[in-house]
């Protein structure tokens, strides 16, 4: 089955340092979820990437998609101490049966240090 | 607007027993999934419903059901509960194309002792 590997798991970074984590996924995707979760919270979603090479961005936070639709990133540019949480991308499968059947990534765990 | 609710918020139940968890998406949205998340094994996909129909299932055993109603809202079951049961199990609604991101509900958090 689809699997979706998220590195690095942890990210203890400076404030005002940079952060990215990355996202591949072993089958072609038909669109890639970024979502937040912040200590003892819930999934917030972020963003989707649907087209090949897709680039977006909202303020401090930067998203990319492969050309392949089978890898992505986010960055961030200088972190915040509100930056802290659980960052997952999930993937959805390109085989056109995969309705709501997100497969998350095991997530990135970043933890900011002011 | 009202967001996706879960209830109940927490709930602690005998090994052997089973358990309904209830989700009311938000309004409009017709596609409802359930995901069990562990520190072990991170979000996993249980199911998706839209208009009453299930459209896709994950690899959980058959002790895991789910079903939705006319008006959009969702249970799910777990049946002959076993301590691996432990986990917080979400909800999320959209409106039920490709598309559109998933609102998470608060989730209920299941301890099975």
């Known amino acids: 089955g689809q699997q979706v590997m998220q590195i690095p798991q942890y990210q203890h970074v400076q404030e005002g340092e940079d952060f990215t984590t990355y996202c591949n996924s072993s089958?072609?995707?038909?669109?890639i979820q970024w979502y937040k979760q912040r200590p003892g919270g819930h999934p917030v979603f972020l963003i989707q990437?649907?087209?090949?090479?897709e680039v977006k961005k909202q303020k401090r936070l930067t998203f990319q998609f492969g050309e392949a639709k089978k890898n992505s990133s986010l960055h961030i540019t200088a972190t915040q101490t509100t930056d802290v949480g659980t960052y997952f991308c999930?993937?959805?499968?390109?085989?056109?049966?995969?309705?709501?059947?997100?497969?998350f990534g095991q997530g990135t765990i970043l933890t900011v240090h002011p | 607007k009202a967001g996706v609710t879960q209830t109940p918020r927490y709930l602690i139940k005998t090994r052997g027993q089973q358990v309904t968890l209830s989700c009311s998406p938000i309004s409009g949205h017709r596609s409802v999934s359930w995901y069990q998340q562990t520190p072990g094994q991170g979000l996993q996909f249980l199911f998706e419903?839209?208009?009453?129909?299930?459209?896709n299932k994950g690899n959980f055993p058959g002790r895991f059901s789910g079903r939705q109603f006319s008006n959009s809202r969702s249970e799910m079951n777990v049946s002959t509960l076993e301590l691996g049961d432990s986990a917080l199990y979400l909800c999320?609604?959209?409106?039920?194309?490709?598309?559109?991101?998933?609102?998470f509900g608060s989730g209920t958090r299941l301890t099975v002792v």
């Open positions: 419903y839209f208009s009453e129909t299930q459209r």
């Open positions: 999320a609604s959209s409106p039920g194309t490709a598309h559109y991101g998933y609102t």
């Open positions: 999930a993937g959805l499968d390109a085989g056109g049966t995969s309705y709501g059947k997100l497969t």
């Open positions: 089958t072609t995707l038909s669109n």
């Open positions: 990437l649907v087209k090949s090479g």
